[in-house]
């Protein structure tokens, strides 16, 4: 066997993990009111829960974490929608964080290889 062949293995990570490893870079670059409109239309979130969410007297990183808590709750499609829309509105490089890939060959926290 070859001692210099590399093996990338995938951890098959749950959407919650994800979101959760990724929870302040979210919080801290994604504006809800960017992304919100695709997420309604979807059914992720009720326009209720979008009102009340924009109402509240709080800064948009308490905004985004009160949805992503949301999200949480919300089957693999909603999680689904929600990449999308990051993808849709320029936030491309969070989303792909979110999907456990990135663009420029850099290893994810849900990529590790192996020398065997």
Same mark, same amino acid.
């Given at each position: 066997?070859?001692?210099?062949?590399? !093996?990338?293995? #995938?951890?098959?990570? &749950?959407?919650? %993990?994800?979101?959760?490893?990724?929870?302040?870079?979210?919080?801290?670059?994604? $504006?809800?009111?960017?992304?919100?409109?695709? +997420?309604?239309?979807?059914?992720? !979130?009720?326009?209720? @829960?979008?009102?009340?969410? $924009? /109402? %509240?007297?709080?800064?948009?990183?308490?905004?985004?974490?009160?949805?992503?808590?949301?999200?949480?709750? @919300? $089957?693999?499609?909603? *999680?689904?929608? *929600?990449?999308? /829309? +990051? %993808? /849709? &509105?320029?936030?491309? #490089?969070?989303?792909?964080? +979110?999907?456990? &890939?990135?663009?420029?060959?850099?290893?994810?926290?849900? @990529? #590790? @290889? *192996?020398?065997?």
């Amino acid at each position: 066997m070859d001692k210099n062949r590399k !093996i990338n293995i #995938h951890k098959d990570e &749950t959407n919650e %993990r994800k979101i959760a490893a990724n929870w302040g870079l979210v919080k801290r670059n994604v $504006k809800l009111s960017d992304v919100v409109d695709p +997420l309604i239309e979807n059914g992720v !979130i009720t326009p209720d @829960q979008w009102m009340d969410i $924009k /109402s %509240r007297q709080v800064g948009e990183p308490e905004k985004m974490e009160e949805f992503l808590y949301i999200l949480l709750k @919300q $089957k693999s499609e909603a *999680f689904e929608v *929600f990449k999308n /829309s +990051l %993808r /849709s &509105t320029g936030f491309q #490089h969070i989303a792909d964080c +979110l999907g456990g &890939t990135s663009n420029n060959g850099s290893k994810t926290p849900f @990529q #590790h @290889q *192996f020398y065997i």
